[in-house]
């Protein structure tokens, strides 16, 4: 492969050859849209850190999940916000919670759409932390009993998949034994499996009021120093019986997602997190360079290193730009 014998720009020339040698495509079917769910009727308030996004109202939320299947995705990923919280984060498995309405009605009104729901109690606490709190520490032991318990109230309620993402030990394992217990074996389980303590979660923790009063995450989230220890995590949640794993979040981390592709033959999702979505957004705003093309770049980004699934704030726009109807 020496030039002049070998010129790799024979095959760049037009559009028609790099459309031929093209390794990475990216589709609607890889792109899974999150929604804000708030209580209410007819409220949608735009996030500031998030331009695009909403705090929506279970009718609007009905509205944006046909539109996101309408352009050919094929699931949402359902995060809501309560109008209580408390030390127990009771509100994530109430019957009648927030979630487990707007889940509901979308599986009534929206067909052909997968809905996901997010597994955790961070937006529930009065504390903001995503496990209960026993002496200033994170009780890894008493939450599963309660992640499990959300998790049940979802598939109740309509779910079609439960995605964990506190982080906690062991719950995997906890909510698959819980699910089949009461029938739900067919429910599949996408773990949060390598979720980092990451500040590009920033605007997503405004969004979702879950910043917690003290302290911070990182003694449940993993440290953004490490990626051995991401596979240790994913092939613990694969015995306890992920469907799924999840790298999170995905630009920073490519390195993480290739890893564990190259190293597993299970499904990978990626998080295109709120911060990621946040710094593409500002900077196109500001004119300093062009958002659509650097989201685009991004998402195929995230394929080529491995995932099978992105999870984006950008999946109606990028469903657009891949030619989705309307
Ligand atoms: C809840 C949760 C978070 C995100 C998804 N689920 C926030 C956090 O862990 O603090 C972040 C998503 C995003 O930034 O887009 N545990």
Redesign the pocket.
Same mark, same amino acid.
């Given at each position: 492969m020496i030039f002049p014998d070998y010129r790799p720009r024979r095959l760049r020339q037009n559009e028609t050859f790099r459309r031929m040698i093209r390794e990475t495509r990216l589709s609607v079917d890889d792109l899974i849209l999150p929604l804000f769910v708030i209580g209410g009727r007819n409220v949608k308030n735009p996030i500031p850190s998030m331009p695009g996004q909403f705090q929506m109202s279970i009718d609007y939320l009905v509205k944006e999940a046909r539109l996101a299947r309408d352009v050919g995705i094929p699931a949402i990923m359902i995060f809501g916000i309560p109008e209580k919280k408390d030390a127990f984060g009771s509100q994530a498995y109430a019957k009648d919670g927030i979630v487990q309405r707007a889940v509901k009605s979308v599986k009534d009104k929206v067909q052909d759409l997968v809905v996901i729901t997010?597994v *955790?109690l *961070?937006q529930y606490t009065d504390h903001g932390h *995503?496990g209960i709190v026993q002496d200033g520490v994170i009780d890894n032991d008493a939450t599963l009993d309660l992640l499990a318990r959300t998790a049940l109230s979802h598939a109740q309620a309509g779910a079609d998949m439960v995605a964990p !993402?506190?982080m906690m030990d062991g719950r995997v394992a906890e909510i698959r034994d819980t699910l089949d217990e009461n029938g739900f074996f067919s429910i599949p389980i996408m773990s949060y499996a390598a979720k980092y303590s990451s500040s590009? #979660?920033g605007p997503? &923790?405004q969004a979702a009021r !879950?910043a917690p009063l003290f302290g911070d &995450?990182r003694t449940y989230?993993m440290d953004p120093a490490n990626s051995l220890e991401a596979v240790r995590e994913v092939t613990m949640d694969i015995e306890e019986g992920a469907d799924i794993v999840m790298v999170k979040p995905a630009i920073p981390y490519l390195d993480v997602i290739y890893r564990i592709r190259e190293e597993f033959d299970f499904p990978i999702a990626a #998080?295109n997190? !709120?911060?990621e979505y946040a710094m593409i957004k500002a900077a196109d705003q500001l004119g300093w360079l062009d958002g659509r093309q650097v989201m685009m770049e991004a998402l195929t980004a995230i394929k080529r290193a491995g995932a099978d699934l992105i999870l984006t704030y950008f999946a109606v726009e990028a469903a657009r730009e891949l030619g989705g109807s309307t």
């Open positions: 997010d *955790c *961070c *995503c !993402s506190d590009f #979660y997503f &923790r !879950s &995450r989230q #998080y997190v !709120s911060g």
